[in-house]
C-alpha cells in the first residue's frame, strides 16, 4: 500500500529546499524530471537505485499527483526521505482503474521485493483438497501448485497436516480412492486401505459405478458445508438398515456419521454461523506485527499460520494488514467473507480489487457482536502469543549472535552468518552448499546450492571448497562497494586444511575484512568437544554446555544436512538420466521407444545406423541425428567427404 495521501497539486514547495541535503536534492530532481512524461492516469510507480534496484513500489489513482508529493521532502517521514536521497528515476505502468493498479502493485512488491514497501515475506504454496472428474472412478488427494484442468478444489488449508488430517477422515467417511489412475488401473486385489475400511475397492470391482458416483455426490456435498441433510438422510438410511436387519449395512453407515463427527470437532474454531471465510487478525508489539490467518471452509476450520511481514516501526496496524491482504491473495483466490479485527484503510477499494481476483464480490467485515466477534477475539489471541513468542525467541537469539562476537572477537553483532559444507561420494555427485543464520533464525530463501563444475579430484574436499569461494565472492561491484548480502562472519564444517583452503582463495580473490572461523568435531568425531580455528587465537574449544557451542552447532549440523539432501537430489537425479538425455531431438516417446527396442541407452549408443533406422518410430534423419551424436568422427568424416570435390 501506498504512504502518502494523494496531494492536490503536484508542484513542488520551493520553500522547502535550503534544508535539503545534497543527495536528497537529487533525489528531487530525478523526480521532478521523471514528472515531466508522468500522466495523471492511475497506475503503478517504481522507484529505482543507482543499480537498478527497485527502492519503492506504489499505485495511485493519479500517478503525477502521487510521485509529486515526493518532492515535498521535508513533509516525508526520515524513512522515505532515505528512499528519496536513493532514487536515480521512475518507471510507470499505467492500468484502467485504481483497482487494477492495487493488484499489480501487490504482484510487483511479492516479486521485487522492495526494501521500503511492507513485506509478507510468505512465498509458500498452500494444500488442496482434489476431486478428479476425468474418471469414471474420481480420485480424492491433496494437491499444491498449478491447479489441474478438470478437477475441483476445496482450500486452501495453512499446511500439510491440516489437508492430511482431513484427507484422511474424508476417506474414512466417504471410502473414495486415494491411489492414482495407474494404480488404480494394475490392482488385482484389493489395497490395504480397504481393509481398514478407508476405500471402496474400486479397483476390483466392490463397488458398482452408480454406487461410486453416489459417494462422490455425498462427499462433494459434505465438503461444500452441505453437511446438516446429509447426516440425517445417512442417519434415516441406518435406521431403515437396521430395521432391515441389514445390520452389516447399518454398521458401515454408522461408521461414515462417526467420521462426520471426527471432522465437525477436530478443530479449535468450528463456528456454524461462517461458511466460507478467512479470518485475519493482527497484533503489533515493539515496532512488529503479527498477523494470523484461520481458513474456514464450509463451517469447517482449515487450519490457522501465523505471519510476521517486514516493515517500518511506524507503520500502523492497519496500514500492515492492508497491505498484507492484497498481497496475501495475489497466487490464491480470496473468500467471499474477510474478517478482521481493525478498520482497513481504503476499504471499498480493497474490497474492489479483491472481487476482481475472486471474480465474485468480497466482503471485509469488523463484526462487533456474536460469534463472529468471539471467532476474531480468538484468532486475535492467537496472533498476541505467536508474537510474544517470536519477540522471546528473537531476544534469545540475539543473546546468542552477542555471544558469537564475544567469542570471536568480532566488532559487531553478525546479522548474517554463512555456513558451508560439502558432500559427495567418492567424488560423484559433488555439492556445496551455503545456509544463512540471523537475528530471525534460519534464512532459509538465502539458502545456495553448489553443483561442483570442476576439475575437481574425487574426493578433494578443498579443491570443492576452493570452487565454492571462488563462485560465490568472485563477483563483486565494479565501484569496490562491499556488496549488502556478504556475511559477517563465515563458518566453515572442517578443520585447520579447509580454514587455510577458504582463507588463501579469498586472500586470491582479494576479498578481505570477513571473519573465518572453522569449526571441527573433537576426538572420536565426539560432538561437544569441536576445536575452532580462527585468524586471531590459536585452535580453541568452548566449554561443553555452552549456550554459544550449541548454537555453533546447530548451524554446522543444519549445513551438514542441506548438503546430505542436495547431494542425494543430485545422485537421485543422476541415476534416473539418461545418455539419450543429451541427443538433440529426442523427447520422452522416442527415448521410451529405443528403450523397449535396444533395451539400454549403451545399447542404442553401440547400434549400427542401420539398426537405429529399424527401430519403431525412428525416422531416418533421427537415426542419423542419434548416430551422429554418438559418433562425432563420423560426422566430420561425412562432412569432409562432402566438402571434397
Not at 512524461?37 to 503503478?44: A, L
Not at 488404480?184 to 461410486?212: E, M
Not at 478443530?267 to 512488529?288: K, L
Not at 497466487?331 to 479485527?341: G, Q, R
Request: net charge positive; proline share 7%; aromatic share 8%.
Amino acid at each position: 500500500m501506498t504512504d502518502l495521501p494523494p496531494q492536490n497539486s503536484d508542484r513542488p514547495d520551493d520553500h522547502d529546499e535550503p534544508t535539503v541535503s545534497s543527495e536528497k536534492r537529487q533525489g528531487v530532481e530525478a523526480i521532478r524530471e521523471a514528472l515531466k512524461t508522468i500522466p495523471y492516469s492511475p497506475g503503478v510507480y517504481r522507484m529505482l537505485s543507482a543499480k537498478g534496484e527497485v527502492l519503492y513500489v506504489g499505485k495511485a489513482l493519479s500517478l503525477k499527483k502521487r510521485v509529486s508529493s515526493y518532492t515535498r521532502i521535508n513533509q516525508l517521514p526520515e524513512r522515505l526521505r532515505r528512499m528519496v536521497s536513493m532514487t536515480v528515476s521512475i518507471e510507470i505502468v499505467i492500468t484502467k482503474t485504481e483497482a487494477d493498479a492495487l493488484l499489480l502493485e501487490a504482484n510487483y512488491i511479492k516479486r521485487m521485493k522492495p526494501r521500503f514497501n511492507i513485506l509478507l515475506r510468505d512465498d509458500k504454496s498452500y494444500p488442496w483438497l482434489m476431486l478428479t472428474e476425468s474418471h469414471e472412478f474420481p480420485q480424492i488427494t491433496k494437491q499444491r501448485g498449478k491447479p489441474v484442468k478438470g478437477a475441483t478444489y476445496w482450500g486452501p488449508f495453512a499446511n500439510a497436516w491440516a489437508v492430511n488430517q482431513t484427507l484422511n477422515l474424508v476417506q474414512r467417511s466417504f471410502l473414495l480412492r486415494s491411489c492414482s489412475d495407474a494404480v488404480l488401473n494394475s490392482r488385482t486385489r484389493p489395497c490395504l486401505l480397504y481393509q481398514i475400511k478407508r476405500c471402496s475397492a474400486p479397483c476390483v470391482d466392490r463397488i458398482s459405478g452408480p454406487d461410486y458416483a453416489k459417494l462422490v455426490d455425498e462427499a462433494r456435498q459434505f465438503l461444500s458445508g452441505h453437511s446438516t441433510d446429509l447426516q440425517q438422510r445417512l442417519a434415516a438410511e441406518m435406521e431403515q438398515a437396521s430395521q432391515d436387519m441389514d445390520y452389516e449395512r447399518a454398521a458401515s453407515i454408522r461408521d461414515r456419521i462417526r467420521g462426520f463427527a471426527s471432522i465437525q470437532g477436530s478443530s479449535t474454531v468450528n463456528p456454524a454461523s461462517i461458511n466460507d471465510a478467512d479470518i485475519m487478525t493482527i497484533w503489533q508489539e515493539a515496532g512488529q506485527s503479527c498477523i494470523q490467518v484461520f481458513f474456514i471452509r464450509g463451517s469447517r476450520n482449515n487450519g490457522n499460520r501465523a505471519f510476521y511481514p517486514a516493515h517500518a516501526e511506524e507503520e500502523t496496524a492497519a496500514d500492515v494488514l492492508s497491505a498484507f491482504m492484497i498481497q496475501f491473495y495475489d497466487n490464491k483466490p480470496p473468500p467471499p467473507t474477510i474478517l478482521v479485527n481493525c478498520e482497513i484503510p481504503e476499504l471499498n477499494l480493497v474490497e474492489e480489487a479483491l472481487s476482481i481476483r475472486r471474480g465474485q464480490k468480497v466482503e471485509i467485515l469488523r463484526p462487533q457482536r456474536g460469534e463472529k466477534k468471539d471467532v476474531v477475539e480468538h484468532a486475535a489471541l492467537n496472533a498476541r502469543e505467536a508474537l510474544e513468542r517470536k519477540l522471546a525467541e528473537n531476544t534469545g537469539q540475539r543473546k546468542l549472535l552477542e555471544g558469537v562476537a564475544e567469542v570471536f572477537g568480532l566488532p559487531e553483532t553478525p546479522q548474517r552468518i554463512e555456513t558451508y559444507d560439502n558432500s559427495h561420494i567418492m567424488g560423484q555427485a559433488p555439492y556445496g552448499v551455503m545456509v544463512v543464520g540471523g537475528p530471525e533464525g534460519f534464512n532459509k530463501r538465502a539458502y545456495r546450492k553448489y553443483g561442483i563444475k570442476g576439475p575437481v579430484a574425487p574426493g578433494d574436499d578443498f579443491g570443492m571448497m576452493r570452487e565454492v569461494m571462488e563462485r560465490r565472492f568472485g563477483k563483486r561491484p565494479e565501484n569496490g562497494e562491499r556488496p549488502e548480502d556478504w556475511p559477517d562472519l563465515l563458518l566453515i564444517d572442517g578443520g585447520l586444511g579447509q580454514f587455510n583452503a577458504v582463507r588463501k582463495v579469498l586472500a586470491d580473490i582479494g576479498v578481505t575484512g570477513i571473519p573465518i572461523v572453522a569449526i571441527a568435531k573433537g576426538p572420536d568425531r565426539d560432538a561437544g568437544r569441536e576445536w575452532f580455528f580462527t585468524e586471531t587465537k590459536p585452535p580453541f574449544q568452548l566449554p561443553p554446555r555452552d549456550p554459544v557451542l550449541y548454537y555453533l552447532q546447530r548451524l554446522r549440523d543444519e549445513a551438514h544436512r542441506f548438503a546430505i539432501t542436495t547431494h542425494r537430489a543430485g545422485r537421485s537425479k543422476g541415476l534416473r538420466s539418461s545418455e539419450l538425455d543429451n541427443v538433440p531431438g529426442i523427447g520422452a516417446a522416442r527415448k521410451k521407444a529405443l528403450l523397449n527396442h535396444f533395451g539400454s541407452a549403451k545399447s542404442v549408443r553401440q547400434a549400427s545406423l542401420e539398426e537405429l533406422e529399424s527401430a519403431p518410430g525412428i525416422s531416418s534423419s533421427t537415426a542419423t541425428a542419434i548416430y551422429g551424436h554418438f559418433h562425432p568422427e563420423w560426422v566430420q568424416k561425412a562432412s569432409t567427404d562432402h566438402r571434397s570435390p
